[in-house]
């Protein structure tokens, strides 16, 4: 066994690294969600301060609740995030399968095309996709999210997936193939189920930046029913008035469902790791 | 009837050539033996039989029928692999009736035929476990009961006891050959262990380099191997092979002796000073040097021999084996 990890000092060097880290990395939501729950005055005179029976205020999200439908910001939020999730495991799972597994003339070339969208940043396309977008009709509407997500999560998750997908036992597929099962059936029943850490990093991977992504909501579905959690928090945001009362309760409430995607995701990942596969 | 015909098979990967016109016979009920070094082919071979992989050129034919075209599912036939390939989110009935509920076979037939084989593998008291939760020897009868479920024409057998310990692959081994009896079936089995060979086939076939060597009884090839390559593949210890012009000051031939037909002789032909010394109770490997070239003789019983001991070692002229420079043996 490794020595180092029996050592005491060691293991209280490496602890303590990892508790600051775990501390840094939550203070600012512990900011946020502390001060969201404080009346204006107290957030500005002590940003610090637990809420107390003189600062508690819940003008925050009674703000949050009466202006705007926040409840359909959120909806359509979920609904992007789940749907683009959906779309980038489903077809970058198989056109990693595609190309991991079938000789093709051009496989390799094909590979490298798809793999070339994770350095070119999608949001160079910007004015190309708003062209697109209007002449066919999306704008304003969710899909256009949906599709725009799903083409910029999906070089990387073919990516990831390949690779893993090399890994998974030929005699294992092979088997399936003897015993008369369809490519698809191999896929989906034999496949997907062993590669599901690798699809739960790439879901971790997008969400986040999808959740959480301005730029395109703002530009391809500003209107009132299509706009997100983060468009609509922008609302308290003026160039020279900020609600961020409001600002505060509605991003605390936007870190809720990430969270519970994550936990979901991560469990996932860990049993995906446990699991006994093919010895 | 013939259970398989291979005529003129090829294999290229690009501009690999693998396999070389590979024609050979199973007959019904025969126990076939693939054996090689690895990278000769031989898995390659299986594939293509299987129909996993396709034949650049040349026919296959199972059970009196072409099969070239034909998709592994419906060729008639049954594989173990090397890794057990078990399905990890099936049971072991699942893994042993997926096949057969593919085929659409009336569920009567199928729990028939699942009792039947896990009597025969006794697998039942495991029937409803997971892989994850089986031993490697327990896997590895759940693979063959899945291979036995599907009544084939023709088992094929990929390495499927390189996976387990030295114990468990002997008694696995036993396992298989009352299997091929219980069953008569048509069988091939892939190996490049010589033992698993020997022991088990009615039928060896010795594949190098994408070719086929020779095709044989196992005694036949032990005793009569029509090269340097099979005498020297088959047999443990492995035949020595000496110079000629080393015992008759003269010739490029190469002398070949099975080590248990040398024998310690005060005026053998053979100078020696042992190396190393194996005791193995029953019988004695004595490595030695003959000039600069290794020698090895399996002596019965149990000697007092020490390393770094003069011996000389004398062997029947008929025993001996003769081979040209290509490899190929003289009468």
């Given at each position: 066994?490794?020595?180092?990890?029996?050592?005491?000092l060691?293991?209280?060097?490496?602890?303590?690294?990892?508790?600051?880290?775990?501390?840094?990395?939550?203070?600012?939501?512990?900011?946020?969600?502390?001060?969201?729950f404080?009346s204006?005055?107290a957030?500005?005179r002590?940003p610090?301060?637990l809420?107390?029976?003189?600062?508690?205020?819940?003008?925050?999200y009674?703000?949050v609740?009466?202006?705007?439908?926040?409840f359909?910001?959120?909806?359509?939020?979920?609904?992007v995030?789940v749907?683009s999730?959906?779309?980038i495991?489903?077809f970058?799972a198989?056109?990693a399968?595609?190309?991991s597994?079938?000789?093709?003339?051009?496989n390799?070339i094909m590979g490298?095309?798809l793999?070339?969208?994770?350095?070119?940043?999608?949001r160079?396309?910007?004015?190309a996709?708003?062209e697109m977008?209007v002449?066919?009709?999306l704008v304003?509407?969710l899909?256009?999210l949906?599709?725009?997500?799903?083409?910029q999560?999906l070089p990387?998750?073919?990516?990831?997936l390949?690779e893993?997908?090399?890994?998974v036992?030929?005699?294992?597929?092979n088997a399936g193939?003897?015993?008369?099962?369809?490519e698809?059936?191999i896929?989906?029943?034999?496949?997907?189920?062993?590669?599901?850490p690798?699809?739960a990093?790439?879901?971790v991977?997008n969400?986040?930046?999808?959740w959480?992504d301005?730029?395109?909501?703002l530009i391809?579905?500003p209107?009132?029913?299509t706009?997100?959690?983060?468009l609509?928090?922008q609302?308290?945001?003026?160039q020279?008035?900020t609600?961020?009362?409001?600002?505060?309760s509605a991003?605390?409430?936007a870190?809720?469902p990430?969270?519970?995607?994550y936990?979901?995701f991560?469990?996932?990942?860990?049993?995906g790791?446990?699991?006994?596969a093919?010895? | 009837?013939?259970?398989l015909?291979?005529?003129?098979?090829?294999?290229?990967?690009?501009n690999?050539?693998?396999?070389?016109?590979i024609?050979?016979?199973?007959?019904e009920?025969e126990?076939?033996?693939?054996v090689?070094p690895?990278?000769c082919?031989?898995?390659?071979?299986l594939?293509v039989?299987a129909g996993?992989?396709?034949?650049s050129s040349?026919?296959?034919?199972?059970?009196?029928?072409?099969v070239n075209?034909v998709?592994?599912?419906?060729?008639?036939i049954?594989m173990?692999?090397?890794s057990?390939a078990?399905y990890?989110?099936l049971?072991?009935?699942g893994?042993?009736?997926?096949?057969?509920?593919q085929?659409?076979?009336?569920?009567s037939?199928?729990?028939?035929?699942v009792a039947?084989a896990?009597r025969m593998?006794?697998?039942?008291p495991?029937l409803d476990?997971?892989?994850?939760e089986?031993s490697?020897?327990q896997?590895q009868?759940v693979?063959?009961g899945?291979?036995i479920?599907?009544?084939?024409k023709?088992f094929?057998?990929?390495?499927?006891?390189?996976?387990?310990d030295?114990?468990?692959r002997?008694?696995?081994?036993?396992?298989i050959a009352?299997?091929h009896?219980?069953?008569?079936?048509?069988m091939?089995?892939?190996t490049h262990d010589?033992t698993e060979a020997?022991?088990?086939a009615?039928?060896?076939?010795?594949?190098?380099?994408?070719?086929?060597e020779?095709?044989?009884?196992?005694?036949?090839l032990y005793?009569?191997p029509?090269?340097q390559f099979?005498?020297g593949?088959?047999?443990s210890p492995?035949?020595?092979f000496l110079?000629?012009a080393?015992?008759?000051e003269s010739?490029?031939n190469?002398?070949?002796?099975?080590p248990?037909?040398l024998?310690?002789?005060?005026?053998g032909?053979?100078a020696?000073?042992?190396?190393?010394v194996?005791k193995?109770?029953?019988?004695?490997?004595?490595?030695?040097?003959?000039?600069?070239h290794?020698v090895?003789?399996r002596?019965f019983?149990?000697?007092?021999?020490?390393?770094?001991?003069?011996l000389?070692?004398?062997?029947a002229s008929e025993?001996a084996?003769?081979f040209n420079?290509?490899?190929?043996?003289?009468?």
């Open positions: 066994m490794n020595k180092a990890r029996h050592n005491p060691n293991m209280v060097a490496m602890h303590g690294a990892l508790i600051l880290y775990t501390l840094i990395a939550l203070f600012p939501v512990f900011v946020i969600l502390i001060n969201s404080k204006r005055r957030i500005f002590e610090l301060a809420p107390n029976a003189d600062s508690f205020s819940m003008i925050g009674e703000t609740m009466k202006q705007g439908d926040f359909l910001y959120f909806q359509n939020s979920m609904i995030t749907a999730l959906s779309f495991l489903l970058g198989m056109a399968y595609a190309l597994e079938y000789q093709f003339k051009g390799l490298l095309y793999a070339l969208g994770i350095m070119i940043p999608i160079i396309g910007t004015v996709i708003l977008m002449a066919t009709g304003n509407s899909w256009a949906i599709l725009v997500y799903t083409a999560g990387l998750a073919v990516f990831i390949s893993f997908m090399r890994q036992s030929d005699d294992l597929k193939r003897i015993d008369g099962l369809s698809y059936t896929f989906f029943r034999l496949v997907l189920p062993l590669v599901r690798a699809m990093t790439v879901a991977f969400m986040i930046p999808i959480n301005l730029w395109f909501p391809l579905a209107a009132e029913e706009k997100t959690l983060t609509g928090s609302v308290f945001i003026g020279f008035v609600d961020w009362n409001a600002v505060l991003l605390s409430m870190i809720l990430v969270l519970v995607l936990v979901i991560s469990r996932q990942l860990i049993r790791i446990t699991s006994g093919v010895k | 009837m013939t259970a015909t291979l005529n003129n098979v090829n294999k290229s990967f690009g690999v050539h693998v396999l070389k016109d024609t050979l016979e199973v007959e009920g126990f076939v033996v693939f090689g690895s990278g082919g031989k898995s390659t071979l594939r039989i996993l992989e396709d034949a040349g026919e296959i034919n199972i059970g009196g029928q072409q075209l998709p592994p599912s419906k060729r008639g049954a173990v692999f090397q057990y078990l990890p989110h049971s072991v009935r893994n042993m009736t997926l096949a057969l509920k085929e659409k076979q009336p569920k037939e199928i729990e028939g035929r039947k896990s593998l006794n697998l039942e495991y476990r997971y892989p994850s089986l490697g020897g896997r009868r693979a063959i899945r291979a479920v599907r009544e084939p023709l094929l057998f990929d390495e499927p006891l390189s996976n387990l030295a114990a468990l002997m008694n696995t081994r036993i396992e009352n299997l009896r219980a069953l008569d079936a048509s091939i089995y892939v010589q020997m022991t088990l009615d039928k060896i076939v010795v594949l190098r380099d994408g070719r086929v020779q095709i044989g009884s196992p005694m036949e005793n009569n029509a090269n099979v005498a593949f088959l047999g492995s035949m020595n110079p000629e080393l015992i008759q010739g490029q190469t002398i070949g002796i099975r248990e037909d024998f310690l002789s005060d005026d032909p053979l020696a000073r042992v190396s190393h194996e193995l109770g029953g019988d004695t490997n004595v490595i030695a040097k003959v000039q600069d290794d090895t003789a002596l019983g149990q000697h007092a021999i020490a390393e770094g001991q003069e000389r070692f004398g062997y025993k084996y003769r420079e290509a490899g190929q043996r003289l009468a």
